[in-house]
């Protein structure tokens, strides 16, 4: 099953088996891209994150908007281009808390999406840091869902809509990408998930 629902936003959805990596694990590889409704653009950007934040409900004040999902806060200070996240998810570095990539855009819409579905913030882990390899220096995926047991349930990579998202998916059908790396150090994995998101104009499917 998806760890994400419908709920309005168009959806377009590709699940598939991704064959059987290392130590013959089969693992369930979704690749889950959620199209938003509104203004005459694609990728998610710092000119239309706001409008982003509107369609989502969140409450403009003192040059910050903030939401509240089943009790959690979520915030975005324009002021100082943070983005702030619920206490109780747990944050392993400090690369997405900011508005330096547009990237770091769609990962605060993921973890929206997330609350709103009903997953706790104790559930959710920011860059995790994994190792990959002899002499590498290890890799971070963007959020890992862990179950009531602290168990790592998805692990979830975001990328930008567009070419960023392409690539990665391409990529991925060439070769095992990261995600499977971290799925495999992490046993109790059910899902890898790469996932990207877009603004634009018409409800429709790309």
């Not at 290392?22 to 706001?50: D, E, P, Q, W, Y």
């Not at 281009?81 to 392993?92: R, S």
Request: with cysteine; charged share 25%; hydrophobic share 35%.
């Amino acid at each position: 099953s998806s760890i994400f629902g419908s709920d309005g936003y168009a959806e377009r959805c590709q699940i598939g088996n991704s064959g059987t990596p290392a130590r013959g694990k089969k693992i369930l590889f979704s690749i889950l891209t959620f199209i938003f409704v509104h203004l005459n653009l694609n990728m998610i950007t710092k000119a239309s994150f706001k409008k982003l934040l509107e369609y989502m409900a969140f409450t403009f004040k003192n040059n910050s908007y903030s939401k509240k999902i089943n009790g959690a806060l979520l915030q975005a200070d324009f002021e100082n281009e943070k983005l702030i996240y619920p206490k109780g998810v747990t944050i392993e570095g400090d690369f997405t808390l900011n508005f330096s990539s547009n990237e770091n855009f769609v990962v605060f819409e993921c973890v929206h999406r997330l609350l709103s579905l009903g997953y706790k913030p104790e559930h959710l882990t920011l860059e995790p840091k994994w190792k990959l390899g002899h002499g590498a220096s290890g890799g971070r995926a963007d959020i890992v869902i862990r179950d009531n047991e602290e168990k790592v349930f998805a692990i979830i990579e975001c990328k930008t809509a567009g070419k960023e998202f392409k690539d990665a998916w391409e990529l991925g059908l060439q070769y095992p990408s990261q995600l499977f790396s971290y799925a495999q150090q992490e046993g109790s994995t059910k899902c890898i998930c790469l996932y990207a998101s877009d603004f634009t104009d018409k409800p429709e499917f790309e």
